[in-house]
């Protein structure tokens, strides 16, 4: 972790940070989730830089250590895809590999399918990709799901509030770690469903825990809400929605993910091989939506395993 180096580079206005490490000549970029940042990457960072590979893990912006956006309520995932081709052309990167988690996934398979000539592989965990739009599972899931409710302007901040950012970051760590879909009821908010009592995830420690929650208290969950949540049903107007590039995609089998109605489905019956044709699938039976965070030298043989082929 101490060889890991940090910068900030100037993109589209906002000053980014990136975490980097490695000097190999193949470039991998990491872009995170939430509640995730660069940090969530520390394991992968460290082990494809090992491996001869140039790793870098950028915030996204309002998140971490990266700027704001001047109104974040504007922040959108276009934004997000000017920024990964401003971090690339800032770097002087022609060609990479992209691995993604949750919702950094999509903005990994739209680059891919927009600039497929700077992009040599995705590598996407706890999320497959589906066609832009809005996801036909919201509809199909209650008024207490967690994404409807921070769709909900104004909802999550009250929510949030009452918290201080480590203890939001622990909460929704604890969530997304179960198996069940985070569903509160008529008159409970989301950061209720977890006793202050319970027990983090014995992979992630208390140190790790810290290191979120002081990357939080700095930017805040403004951007956060946004982008994802609120931007869900962004349109893209592709021509083509296929995703051309070599892929990979790395599920837990206890993957509360896997719980959204017709995601099982559409992995496992082969459809979202209609969408990314070059496409390779590994779940691992007892992981959660934090695979690269609990499993962390499984996920790394994994993907070192492909980016060898693809190089």
């Known amino acids: 972790m101490e060889q890991i180096q940090h910068k900030f580079i100037d993109v589209r206005g906002l000053k980014l940070h990136l975490a980097e490490i490695g000097s190999g000549p193949n470039v991998v970029v990491f872009l995170h989730g939430f509640p995730e940042i660069w940090y969530s990457w520390r394991h992968q960072l460290v082990a494809l830089a090992k491996a001869g590979f140039r790793a870098i893990a950028p915030d996204f912006r309002g998140y971490g250590l990266s700027d704001p956006p001047p109104e974040p309520e504007k922040a959108s995932y276009h934004d997000l895809l000017d920024d990964l081709l401003g971090i690339l052309d800032a770097l002087d990167l022609a060609k990479v590999f992209l691995i993604a988690k949750d919702f950094g996934v999509r903005p990994a398979y739209l680059f891919a399918i927009l600039h497929p000539e700077r ?29 409807s409710r921070w769709q909900e302007p104004g909802r999550a901040e009250v929510d949030f509030r009452r918290f201080d950012a480590k203890t939001i970051v622990r909460n929704v760590y604890i969530l997304f770690s179960k198996s069940e879909l ?70 837990g089998g206890k993957d509360y993910f896997l719980k959204f109605p017709g995601i099982e489905d559409f992995i496992m019956s082969g459809k979202v091989r209609d969408f990314v044709p070059d496409l390779e699938i590994t779940f691992l039976p007892e992981g959660t939506h934090f695979v690269q965070e609990q499993l962390p030298d499984q996920v790394n043989q994994l993907i070192l395993n492909f980016l060898s082929k693809h190089i």
Do not use: C
Not at 195 to 215: N, S
Not at 232 to 238: A, C, M, N, Q, V
């Open 182 to 251: 985070p569903i509160a009821k008529e008159n409970q908010e989301i950061m209720d469903l977890v006793d202050e009592f319970t027990p983090l995830p014995t992979w992630f420690t208390e140190e790790d825990l810290a290191a979120y929650g002081d990357l939080y208290e700095k930017s805040g969950f403004r951007t956060a809400l946004k982008v994802p949540y609120r931007s869900i049903g962004e349109d893209f107007s592709l021509p083509d929605p296929t995703v051309r590039v070599p892929a990979f995609v790395i599920m």
């Open 119 to 147: 992009v040599l592989g995705v590598v996407t965990l706890g999320v497959p990709y589906t066609p832009p739009g809005a996801p036909g599972y919201v509809k199909y899931l209650p008024e207490g799901f967690y994404i």
